[in-house]
């Protein structure tokens, strides 16, 4: 439905908002295990791998260069008509709730977290116009989030050890992959839970 949507340019975010409601039951219901080698412990862990590889489907769409619903502005904020800013803004929902969860084990949320850094620099570093405004999208969100989020904390870790997870190698050879680097590495220290005891 919502890929159809994106091919006809339909002006709606076709509910996919509920998706980021499936992921708060998930969370909730999901019952811990340390098996930390499995790639799925369960089919819930499945169900949360499959939403968060739909979200990156649907952004992914705009690299068709046949998207034709402009973005009104870079910010968090809700575009209806949008369904790649829409999905944009309910997958980063999703991710803060994985990652405040004590149900997933680390080893998975750290999957999930990683996946969707490496969608952020690869539109972060591409040479095209829109792929690059939807990174600033990414990071508002992101910055939303980790700035009103309860349990914002949990989010700010599991950024942090996806970003020391991540392969570095193929943003650093793109031309201004080591400035995004950088950028995304100074933007994630302002919200350091520990900032203000370093500073002390």
């Not at 004590?102 to 972060?124: G, I, P, V």
């Not at 980790?146 to 950024?159: A, C, F, V």
């Not at 996806?162 to 950028?183: S, T, V, Y």
Request: aromatic content about 14%; proline content about 2%.
């Amino acid at each position: 439905m919502v890929n159809k949507a994106l091919e006809q340019n339909f002006e709606w975010h076709m509910w996919l908002f509920y998706l980021n409601h499936f992921v708060k039951e998930i969370v909730e219901n999901i019952e811990y295990c340390d098996e930390e080698n499995e790639e799925f412990k369960s089919m819930y862990e499945y169900y949360l791998y499959s939403i968060f590889s739909t979200y990156e489907s649907w952004i992914k769409y705009i690299e068709r260069n046949n998207y034709s619903i402009e973005l009104d502005n870079n910010s968090e904020f809700h575009q209806n008509e949008n369904i790649i800013k829409s999905s944009v803004i309910s997958m980063t929902q999703s991710l803060s709730k994985i990652s405040n969860s004590t149900n997933l084990r680390h080893k998975f949320k750290l999957d999930l977290t990683c996946s969707y850094l490496k969608l952020y620099f690869d539109f972060a570093i591409s040479q095209e116009k829109k792929q690059n405004d939807y990174s600033i999208v990414m990071k508002n969100c992101l910055k939303d989030r980790l700035s009103y989020d309860e349990g914002k904390n949990g989010l700010w870790d599991l950024l942090s050890n996806a970003l020391d997870n991540l392969d570095p190698i193929p943003i650093r050879l793109k031309k201004n992959g080591p400035q995004k680097m950088e950028e995304f590495e100074l933007f994630l220290e302002n919200f350091n839970p520990d900032k203000d005891q370093k500073e002390q």
